[in-house]
């Protein structure tokens, strides 16, 4: 996916900004989503869309950060730019802290804003990369056979000290029985060694309960 299906998602209770904002990105070749609460933007947003989300702090009932916090507890994985013309250093602190990509105060530099959103786009598609590889591991991984995936669990387990014979005594099976399983491991995967299944387990949280 490129630049050019990623969508701008505006959420700013003032109508002015929003048209202001809209008009002016638009110009910039941007593709934008208009929210005039945090709570209208949930009633639409899935989590399937990606671009980034441009935020204004201090909005009544849900502010700003409160969306943050509900997005990262959905396990929503949009950038976020803050804009305010009323939040502090303590606010400024907390977004970043939470992984916004920038805190803007009202007014800024309309170059700025474009600058923040090239960012977070570039950060939505390291994030859609890193998403795509891991579910493709995944899959990999739920095509093993449970046998295939405890001898795996127990390879990465302690990947520098145990051998086939060792697995063998633990499971009751032969070293040779393990051997090729470990062989069929490493085809399924389409890696060519245990430390390749030590970093790919890492990477996708494979043996997560």
């Not at 110009?27 to 399937?48: C, M, P, Q, V, W």
């Not at 099976?173 to 390749?196: C, G």
Request: contains cysteine; charged residues 25%; aromatic residues 6%.
């Amino acid at each position: 996916m490129s630049e050019a299906n990623l969508t701008v998602f505006l959420v700013d209770d003032d109508e002015d900004i929003r048209s202001s904002l809209s008009r002016a990105l638009t110009k910039r070749g941007f593709h934008i989503e208009n929210f005039a609460s945090a709570e209208e933007f949930l009633d639409t947003y899935n989590g399937e869309k990606s671009g980034c989300l441009l935020l204004d702090y201090g909005m009544p009932r849900m502010n700003g950060l409160e969306l943050q916090q509900h997005m990262i507890s959905k396990g929503y994985s949009l950038p976020i730019i803050f804009i305010t013309g009323h939040g502090g250093i303590p606010e400024s602190v907390q977004a970043m802290k939470a992984g916004a990509i920038d805190f803007l105060e009202k007014p800024f530099r309309q170059k700025t804003l474009v600058d923040c959103i090239n960012a977070a786009f570039e950060t939505a598609l390291a994030t859609q990369e890193h998403e795509k590889k891991t579910k493709d591991l995944r899959i990999k991984f739920e095509r093993l056979t449970d046998r295939e995936k405890e001898i795996a669990q127990l390879m990465v387990s302690n990947s520098s000290s145990t051998s086939s014979k060792d697995i063998g005594r633990i499971l009751n099976i032969s070293p040779r029985t393990v051997d090729h399983h470990r062989a069929r491991i490493l085809d399924k995967m389409n890696i060519n060694s245990v430390t390749e299944l030590v970093d790919l387990s890492i990477r996708a949280n494979l043996f997560s309960k």
